[in-house]
């Protein structure tokens, strides 16, 4: 397939005064491989994903143009003299790391190989590309944060969401027992419809929780369900720091406070946030305590910033790939959209509106 010598991709842009981000189409040149271990991939598809300036700014990484969109599948078209993984006409999926130069959201993108996995020949593009970091997150959460095994309780915040729903479908597979939180009528019917991939008609969540209308105690339901002994492992989307009348309007009323979490934790449990800038006070570490308690911070960009874990890093993606040929991970995606559209889905993206995973179909 021919290439135009200049294709268009979109970049994020922000002005000196850090107001409101917008998002840009420009020209780039359709490089060739100049680097030893770059793979030059026609992308098929590329999943969009909250873009963290603040993040990019604290780690140096910040920059007029920030190229967007890092969930790519795509087919290789040339590779460098050094690569040994791959050739010309491989299906492949990554994630594009954080300081890549490069966006996703262009016909052909330029991609260091370990970055990269193969993609199983029956997975589709779209679900390839909409499910490598989902998957990723959810691996990092369940199995390296908080050592998932059978028998555990998980409870998974919002399970409704796309991380959500693939952090519950794992959780299910390794053995445990998953209770979930909606924020939604439609949210808990889509809940209490998931079943495993074969063999059963049970459902994958032992309950789920609608906490749509404010007046459900989670701690209380949770200590309910699991007899009082408590929750072994909990997947937050985010908490609440302080009281209702306290807490900033920009906090969704629906979060669960940070007590009710520590409340509703097993002797020896974990607790996995997304919250990064939790607050913790004496008398919540000395709960902790008392329980034997772990509080882990789930940011899954830590394993590209150290090399050391590049070898368990790409096994986690082949994994992910290989449960998503295998069924047993179902991805929570929108429709497609085509890249022209793609400036407006990334502006949803970006305003946290979106329920389903946004993927860009080439």
């Known amino acids: 397939m021919l290439f ?19 998002f840009v189409f420009q020209e780039r040149e359709n490089l060739p491989v100049t680097r030893d271990n770059d793979v030059k991939i026609q992308v098929k598809a590329c999943a969009l994903s909250w873009t963290d300036i603040k993040l990019l700014s604290e780690l140096k990484m910040k920059k007029e143009f920030l190229p967007v969109g890092r969930e790519i599948a795509g087919v290789v078209l040339e590779v460098g003299s050094k690569v040994s993984f791959f050739q010309p006409d491989d299906e492949v999926v990554g994630i ?54 059978p028998g555990k309780t998980v409870l998974v915040m919002d399970g409704a969401s796309p991380f959500g729903t693939i952090a519950i479908q794992l959780a299910q ?14 949210d808990k019917q889509y809940l209490e419809r998931l079943r495993p991939p074969v063999g059963t008609r049970q459902p994958l969540i032992a309950r789920v929780i609608d906490v749509s209308n404010g007046k459900i105690d989670v701690a209380e339901s949770c200590l309910e369900e699991t007899g ?17 009348e306290d807490e900033s309007t920009l906090k969704p009323q629906l979060l669960p406070h940070k007590h009710d979490i520590i409340t509703l934790l097993s002797v020896g449990g974990h607790w996995v946030t997304i919250e990064k800038n939790l607050q913790l006070d004496p008398p919540d570490s000395h709960c902790l305590f008392l329980k034997g308690a772990t509080v882990s911070f789930l940011n899954d960009e830590v394993w590209n910033l150290s090399n050391v874990q590049q070898g368990k890093y790409l096994c986690i993606l ?45």
């Open 173 to 186: 597979h390794r053995g445990a027992k998953v209770i979930s939180t909606a924020y939604s009528l439609e």
């Open 96 to 149: 594009l790391p954080l300081d890549s130069e490069e966006s996703g959201l262009c016909e052909v993108a330029l991609v260091h190989e370990h970055y990269l996995v193969h993609k199983p020949e029956k997975v589709p593009w779209v679900e390839a590309a909409g499910t490598i970091r989902d998957g990723l997150r959810a691996y990092t959460a369940l199995h390296y944060l908080s050592h998932v095994s």
């Open 228 to 244: 009082g002994l408590g929750v072994d492992i909990v997947l937050d989307a985010g908490v609440r720091l302080y009281s209702k």
């Open 318 to 362: 082949e994994d992910v790939m290989e449960k998503l040929s295998n069924s047993i991970f179902r991805p929570q995606l929108d429709e497609p959209v085509p890249l022209y559209e793609a400036k407006v889905s990334m502006e949803i993206v970006q305003k946290n509106q979106a329920r389903k995973r946004q993927v860009i179909q080439f």
């Open 4 to 22: 135009q010598d200049t294709m268009k991709a979109l970049y994020c842009q922000q002005n000196s005064a850090g107001e409101e981000i917008a």
